[in-house]
C-alpha cells in the first residue's frame, strides 16, 4: 500500500512540474528519460496478467462474476480506495460503497498483491458499458487465479445476499428498480389450510435441487393464479417474492414483439427468479392457436413458416417454449406465474398436466381470511360480532380488498367498523337474492 502511494505522489509531482516548466526544457531533460520509461512500462506490462469482468457478455447475457466483483469490491473500498461513490436509498440506513470510475484497488491475498481497477466506457445512443480490470504479476497466476477468483465469487455472493434489496424488473427487463411491496404470507387473507400448502410446496421447490437433478428435470415451477379481481393476486406474487427472496420480473407480453425477443428476455432473466405473466388470457392473442390449425389443413408446410415469421407477436407455441422447453433451460430455480381472471378462457394446453404444477384459485373472502384482516387492521382477535360475520360472509362473495377497505376505514373503532362490514355484507345478500 505505501509503496503504491508513493509513486502515485511522484507521479503527481512529474505532472505538476511538466505544468510549470516550459515544454522546451522538459523535452530537453526527459525526452531521453521518457524512451526509456515507456520501454520500461511495455516491460512491466509484459511481467503483469491482466484479466477483464464485463457486466454483459457479447452485449445481452449478463455475467454473473461482474456483481460478485461489486459486492466484493464495495467493502474492500469502504477501507481502502482512496475514491469511492457512496450511495445510499430512500428506505435504508445502510450506506454503500462502490469503487469509483477509473479508480484503482490493491489487495493482497496470500501475501500476493492484485490490483483492481473499474473502467466505464461511455457509448452514445447505448447504456455505459462497464466493466472491472483484475492484474497481478504473471508468476502468480497460476497459483492463485481459480483460487482468488473462487474466494471473490463467495464473498461477492455472501455479501450480495446480507445486503441485496429484491429488484421488480419490468418491460425490457434491462432495468430494475427495489421491490418492497409489504405482503408477506402472515399478512396475506387468504385459507389458512390453503396458504400451508402453498408454503409447503415453495419449501419444497427450494429444497429440489437434487431431486430435480436426479429426475433430469428443469428445475423450475409453474403457478397459475385465478380467480376474480381483487382477490390478492399481486399480494400473493410479493408474498412469495418474500418467502423465496428471489427478484421478480413482470413479464407485459403486449410489449413483447414476437418468439425471438420473448426467448432473448429468458435469457436476461438470472437463476432465483419469479417470472409473472399477469391477466394471461388478455394478453396472449388465443385465437392464434385455433387460426393456425385451420391453415395447417389448408395450407402447405412451406406457408405456414412463412406466416410464423410474418405475424409479429408472440405465439401459444412460443410462450410454452418459453415455460417448458428447450429454451426454459438455461438457468435454474425459476417460477413461472401465470394470473387470470378468467380461467375458462385459457387455452387447454396451457392447463394440460405438467405446464402448471399448482392451479390456486384465490376466491372470495372466507371466514378464517376475515380473521386476518381483522387482526392486522383492527388488532382484534375475538369480539362479539365475528359469529354474525361469520353467517353472513357465507355467500356474500366479498373479495378481501373489498373487506380490507371497510376495515381500514373504520379502523380506528373496530366496533365500528364490523357493524359497517355486516352491513355491507347484508346489502350484497340482498342485491343478489333480490
Ligand atoms: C419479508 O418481509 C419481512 C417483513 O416485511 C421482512 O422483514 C423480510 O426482510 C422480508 N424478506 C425478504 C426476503 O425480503
Ligand atoms: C382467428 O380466426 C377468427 C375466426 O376464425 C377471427 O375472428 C380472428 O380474427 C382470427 N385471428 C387472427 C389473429 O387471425
Ligand atoms: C417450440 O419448440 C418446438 C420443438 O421444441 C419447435 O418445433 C417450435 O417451432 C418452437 N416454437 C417456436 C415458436 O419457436
Ligand atoms: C444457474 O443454474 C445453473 C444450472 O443449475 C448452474 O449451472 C449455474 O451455476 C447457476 N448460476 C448461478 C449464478 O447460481
Ligand atoms: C365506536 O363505534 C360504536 C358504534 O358505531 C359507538 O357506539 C362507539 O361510541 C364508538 N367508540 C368510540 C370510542 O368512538
Redesign the pocket.
Known sequence: MEFVGYVASLFGLLAFLKSVVPSEIWDVCFGFAKSHLSFLSTYLNKLHSSFYIYEYDEGFVRNDLYPCVKWHLSSLSSAHASAATLFSASDTSKIRFRLAEDEALMEMFDGVAVWWQHHVKRRQDEDDERYFSLRMRASHRQLLLGRFLNYVRAHGKELELQNRE?QLYTSDFSRSIPFHH?A?FDTLALDPVQKQEIVDDLREFMEGEEFYKRAGRTWKRGYLLYGPPGTGKSSMIAAIS?FT?YDVYDLELTAVSNNNDLRQLLMITTNKSIIVIEDIDCSLDLSDRANKSVSQSTNSKEDIGKKELETSHVTLSGLLNFTDGLWSCCGSERIFIFTTNHIGKLDPALLRAGRMDMHILLSYCTFSAFKLLAKNYLEVLEHDLFAEVEREMEGANFTPAAVSEILIQHRKNATAALENLLAALKSAKFNTCS
Open positions: 429484491k409489504p408477506t418474500n427472496g
